[in-house]
Each structure stands twice: as C-alpha cells, then as structure tokens.
Antibody, heavy 119, light 112 residues
Framework: EVQLVQSGAEVKKPGESLRISCKGS????????IGWVRQMPGKGLEWMGI????????RYSPSFQGQVTISADKSISTAYLQWSSLKASDTAMYYC????????????WGQGTLVTVSS | QSALTQPASVSGSPGQSITISCTGT?????????VSWYQQHPGKAPKLMIY???NRPSGVSSRFSGSKSGNTASLTISGLQAEDEADYYC????????????FGTGTKVTVL
C-alpha cells in the first residue's frame, strides 16, 4: 500500500528556520515525482514545487522560487520542505503529494502538516 | 502562473445534477487532456475524483463525470448527495511555467 506520512504540526516564530518531512512507502520512491502543495487558512490549493528523487531534478513555482527549498534523502525515502527564515504569511497547511508524471494528477497525498508562524 | 478560474460556489438540492466549470487557456486546459479534479472535505486531504479529463479512479462513484470543451473543463455531479458537500478543485498540466501543474481557484459545493 502506497503511503505518504508527514511530520507533525509545528509552531514557530518569525525568522526561525524549519524543515518538514514526508516519508514515502509502498512504492519505488526514486522513480516517482514528489511535490508540495500549500493551503493557506480558508484558501485554495497551490503547487509549490516538485522533485524527482532519482536524479534530484527540482522544479519550483515562480511564486515559491527562492522562498523554500525542496530536497530528498533517497536512502530513507523521505522528501523535505525547508524554510530558512519563516514569515507569518507562511502559516498554512502543507501537503506532500505524488503527481503522476506528465499528466500531474495526484494519486496519493500526505495527511498534511500544519505550520503556524506567530510571534 | 495564474490559477485556473472556477466559480466560487455552486449549490443544488439532493438528487439534482450540478456542473462546475474550470477555465484556463490554450497553454493548459485547452492544450492538453491532462485535467484532473479533486474533492476536499473540511480538515481532510484532497481526493482525486477525475483524471485525464474524464477518467474515474477505482472506487470513485459513477455519479462524478468530467468533460472538456476548448479551454474549459467541467465536473458534473449527478444525483447530488449530502456527502458531496465539499470543496472541489480542478488542476491541469501547463506549458507556461517551470512547474508544469496549476490548480483552479476552487468551488464550494453546497447541498441544499
């Protein structure tokens, strides 16, 4: 059974750094794109970026380029989303997702990680 | 990378049919048969309902159907049920960005 299991909720202060994780199981992690989707409170879904763990090819939405870093550790089948300096506007639910190559439809989602940034 | 345009809300009575539109451009919806639809209940992760314009994943009710005409895709829910009340998002492949996927703005479906 394919599963994407994300790390738990985080509460941080503005300016702090953060890395959240998404562990894939039940499939060949290296051979599927994995990505991150943001959902701000009461708002819609936004693609942030995707990565192909097999060769580390990474694509970012222009809105998130330079704001976050997507990475992966193939040895433990885990993808990461990282911020170096959080802002209050980063408060959101973050989902990891496995998009089907080319078509992009997401057949598997993580359960979501709620990030709250507040002073 | 602009979001695809959906109506903010659609409503219907139990048993009725409703249709949600998703309008893009020739660089996304109109140019490729890679439109998908997601259902999201409050506090839950989205669920894939339709992929490649009109295909249903295993386990999704046949009351859900998808279609496309030009730059607009549509999701139709027939025989509306209380459990269909949720947010719905379309998504498409796009050639106009470094990230080749874009979501719609989302539609709140209310069952009256």
């Amino acid at each position: 059974e394919v599963q994407l299991v994300q790390s738990g909720a985080e509460v941080k202060k503005p300016g702090e750094s953060l890395r959240i994780s998404c562990k894939g199981s039940g499939y060949s992690f290296n051979n599927y794109w994995i990505g991150w989707v943001r959902q701000m409170p009461g708002k819609g879904l936004e693609w942030m970026g995707i990565m192909y763990p097999g060769d580390s090819d990474t694509r970012y939405s222009p809105s998130f380029q330079g704001q976050v870093t997507i990475s992966a550790d193939k040895s433990i089948s885990t993808a990461y989303l990282q911020w170096s300096s959080l802002k209050a506007s980063d408060t959101a639910m973050y989902y990891c997702a496995r998009p089907v190559a080319v078509a992009g439809n997401i057949d598997y989602w993580g359960q979501g990680t709620l990030v709250t940034v507040s002073s | 990378q602009s979001a695809l345009t959906q109506p903010a809300s659609v409503s219907g009575s139990p048993g009725q049919s409703i249709t949600i539109s998703c309008t893009g451009t020739s660089s996304d919806v109109g140019g490729y048969n890679y439109v998908s639809w997601y259902q999201q209940h409050p506090g839950k992760a989205p669920k894939l309902m339709i992929y490649d314009v009109s295909n249903r994943p295993s386990g999704v009710s046949s009351r859900f159907s998808g279609s496309k005409s030009g730059n607009t895709a549509s999701l139709t829910i027939s025989g509306l049920q209380a459990e269909d009340e949720a947010d719905y998002y379309c998504s498409s492949y796009t050639s106009s960005s470094t990230l080749p996927y874009v979501f719609g703005t989302g539609t709140k479906v209310t069952v009256l």
